[in-house]
């Protein structure tokens, strides 16, 4: 069979595949890869200049090929355009987003040496699958350099609607140089909705009927494959973990009191602090539950070099003092903050005990820890999903309960509910959830992403 070659703007090394990841690509595909893989893209090194001579590494029978970025490349194309510029436009926030001409020339020129520094691996028959906003003009480069291969390409954040999009300067462009993809993956229907729509108003092209554009004379086709996680595996890990002593430790400081769970990366995207003022207006508004909830919420610090990131930081540190300084008693705080990455196998520990996993993000393109939460849980005695409707997770997970993140009344309302929700209601939620998680694995995902490629008109 054809070899894989994964290309990814970050790659986990082999401490980082078994260490916490804080990072919805990495813990995706990782739970999915074949033996034989090959895995290219940055290492997450600086240096004085970008290499191109890949370093090798072999794990778990999977080849990492890496290259370095210069500091100057890691500031215009990582941090500049695709984190200050592609990143909340995608998310549809266009009022965050910045551009700047310089920084999107390095954007293009870095994707140009992740071309030509793969170029060399490559084998005639490998099927190439290009992941995510960092990499939106890989392919059209590949191409530029003569690569034939079945090139294949999958968007983690999602697409955004037309009117938004067009606000890039550099939009057509951008649009064009992912139609030399034999194969666009999107997480939900709504993003591929929008990328055709997108496709139609920049283009001209109307391919609704079939999902099939075809432009300068070379076909895309355009698919729908949700990421999911390996979830017996999951279940497995959190019955696992929820007997170690650190999780043993966390169920007695509660003392009795229900456990409410975030777990996410420190980005804007997320909506933690209209999370952390739902809260505060749970405890305003059901004063009967003061003193019998506690609310911890584990938040990876992320791209720490930006300037938004770091207010975000300092707007939550503000709002956990407001709450606590609020509500606290001598023997109760209500909310436990902690800005750190823990290991996969406590957080599952943690979903396991703890009764609602509140996921309440203002845009995602899918959102692997609401799917975490439901594997998580004990089918007997389940906990209940507080979902935001703007998750590409909530297309699947209509038994959560769904919310507006911004709609600060209706998430302390949610909250209210899942606790006064009776076994009989959680279980069959549950149920339901699960069942489709199974089929929505992170297995799955890899499959039908790759038999596309594989069967792509090419
Ligand atoms: P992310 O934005 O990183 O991923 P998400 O899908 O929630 O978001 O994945 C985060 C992963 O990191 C989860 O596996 C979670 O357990 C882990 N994690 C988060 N905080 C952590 C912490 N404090 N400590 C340890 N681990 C932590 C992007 C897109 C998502 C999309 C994924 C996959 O933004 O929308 O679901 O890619 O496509």
Same mark, same amino acid.
């Given at each position: 069979?054809?070899?894989?070659?994964?290309?990814?703007?970050?790659?986990?090394?082999?401490?980082?595949a078994?260490?916490?990841?804080?990072?919805?690509?990495?813990?995706?595909?990782?739970?999915?890869?074949?033996?034989?893989?090959?895995?290219?893209g940055?290492?997450?090194?600086?240096?004085?200049?970008?290499?191109?001579?890949p370093?090798?590494?072999?794990?778990?029978?999977?080849?990492?090929?890496?290259?370095?970025?210069?500091?100057?490349?890691?500031r215009?194309?990582?941090?500049?355009?695709?984190?200050?510029?592609?990143?909340?436009?995608?998310?549809?926030?266009?009022?965050?987003?910045?551009?700047?001409?310089a920084?999107?020339?390095?954007?293009r020129?870095v994707?140009?040496?992740?071309?030509?520094?793969?170029?060399?691996?490559?084998?005639?028959?490998?099927?190439?699958?290009?992941h995510?906003?960092q990499?939106?003009?890989?392919?059209?480069?590949?191409r530029?350099?003569?690569?034939?291969?079945r090139?294949?390409?999958?968007?983690?954040?999602?697409?955004?609607?037309?009117?938004?999009?067009?606000?890039?300067?550099?939009?057509?462009?951008?649009l064009?140089?992912?139609?030399?993809?034999?194969?666009?993956?999107?997480?939900?229907?709504r993003?591929?909705?929008?990328?055709?729509?997108?496709?139609?108003?920049?283009?001209?092209?109307?391919?609704?009927?079939?999902?099939?554009?075809?432009?300068?004379?070379?076909s895309?086709?355009?698919?729908v494959?949700?990421?999911?996680?390996?979830v017996?595996?999951?279940?497995?890990?959190?019955?696992?973990?929820a007997?170690?002593?650190?999780?043993?430790?966390?169920?007695?400081s509660?003392s009795?009191?229900?456990?409410?769970?975030?777990?996410d990366?420190?980005?804007?995207?997320?909506?933690?602090?209209?999370?952390?003022?739902?809260?505060?207006r749970?405890?305003?508004?059901?004063?009967?539950? =003061?003193?019998?909830?506690?609310?911890?919420?584990?938040?990876?610090?992320?791209r720490?070099?930006?300037d938004?990131?770091?207010?975000?930081?300092?707007?939550?540190?503000?709002?956990?003092?407001?709450?606590?300084?609020?509500y606290?008693?001598?023997?109760?705080?209500?909310?436990?903050?902690?800005?750190?990455?823990?290991?996969?196998?406590?957080?599952a520990?943690?979903?396991?005990t703890?009764?609602?996993?509140?996921?309440?993000?203002? =845009?995602?393109?899918?959102?692997?820890?609401?799917?975490?939460?439901?594997?998580?849980?004990?089918?007997?005695?389940?906990?209940?999903?507080?979902?935001?409707?703007?998750?590409?997770?909530?297309?699947?997970?209509?038994?959560?309960?769904?919310?507006?993140?911004?709609?600060?009344?209706?998430?302390?309302?949610?909250i209210?509910?899942?606790?006064?929700?009776?076994?009989?209601e =959680?279980?069959?939620?549950?149920?339901?959830?699960?069942e489709r998680?199974?089929?929505?694995?992170?297995?799955?995902y890899?499959?039908?992403?790759?038999?596309?490629?594989?069967?792509?008109?090419?």
């Amino acid at each position: 069979m054809a070899r894989l070659v994964i290309v990814s703007n970050r790659v986990p090394d082999a401490s980082e595949a078994t260490g916490p990841r804080a990072g919805g690509l990495a813990v995706g595909l990782a739970d999915a890869l074949t033996p034989g893989t090959l895995w290219f893209g940055w290492s997450g090194r600086r240096g004085r200049q970008t290499t191109t001579e890949p370093a090798y590494a072999e794990f778990r029978r999977l080849t990492y090929a890496t290259i370095d970025l210069g500091e100057a490349d890691y500031r215009a194309f990582y941090l500049g355009f695709s984190n200050g510029t592609l990143w909340p436009l995608f998310h549809m926030m266009p009022n965050l987003t910045s551009f700047d001409r310089a920084e999107y020339a390095v954007y293009r020129e870095v994707n140009h040496i992740f071309a030509t520094a793969l170029l060399p691996l490559l084998r005639p028959d490998d099927l190439i699958w290009i992941h995510d906003y960092q990499l939106l003009g890989v392919a059209a480069a590949l191409r530029a350099l003569g690569v034939h291969n079945r090139i294949g390409f999958f968007l983690h954040i999602p697409f955004p609607a037309p009117a938004i999009y067009e606000v890039l300067p550099p939009a057509r462009e951008l649009l064009s140089g992912m139609l030399a993809n034999d194969v666009i993956g999107f997480h939900t229907e709504r993003d591929r909705w929008h990328f055709l729509n997108t496709v139609n108003v920049i283009l001209g092209i109307d391919a609704t009927a079939d999902n099939v554009i075809t432009h300068a004379g070379h076909s895309t086709q355009v698919i729908v494959t949700p990421i999911g996680i390996d979830v017996d595996g999951f279940t497995a890990q959190a019955v696992r973990a929820a007997r170690r002593v650190a999780t043993k430790r966390m169920v007695e400081s509660l003392s009795g009191r229900t456990l409410m769970i975030g777990i996410d990366r420190l980005d804007y995207t997320k909506g933690l602090p209209a999370r952390f003022d739902a809260y505060q207006r749970f405890l305003a508004n059901y004063p009967e539950h =003061r003193h019998h909830i506690s609310f911890l919420q584990i938040a990876a610090p992320s791209r720490e070099e930006v300037d938004r990131y770091r207010a975000l930081r300092k707007d939550l540190d503000n709002k956990t003092g407001a709450i606590n300084g609020a509500y606290s008693d001598f023997d109760w705080v209500p909310l436990r903050y902690m800005t750190r990455t823990v290991s996969r196998s406590l957080i599952a520990g943690f979903y396991r005990t703890a009764r609602i996993g509140l996921v309440t993000p203002l =845009r995602d393109g899918m959102n692997l820890v609401a799917k975490e939460y439901v594997a998580a849980q004990n089918p007997a005695d389940p906990g209940v999903l507080v979902l935001s409707r703007f998750t590409g997770a909530a297309a699947g997970m209509a038994e959560a309960l769904q919310v507006n993140p911004l709609d600060i009344d209706a998430v302390a309302e949610a909250i209210g509910a899942a606790l006064a929700m009776p076994l009989e209601e =959680r279980q069959m939620r549950h149920a339901a959830l699960l069942e489709r998680l199974r089929h929505e694995s992170a297995k799955a995902y890899c499959d039908a992403f790759t038999a596309s490629l594989r069967g792509a008109n090419h």
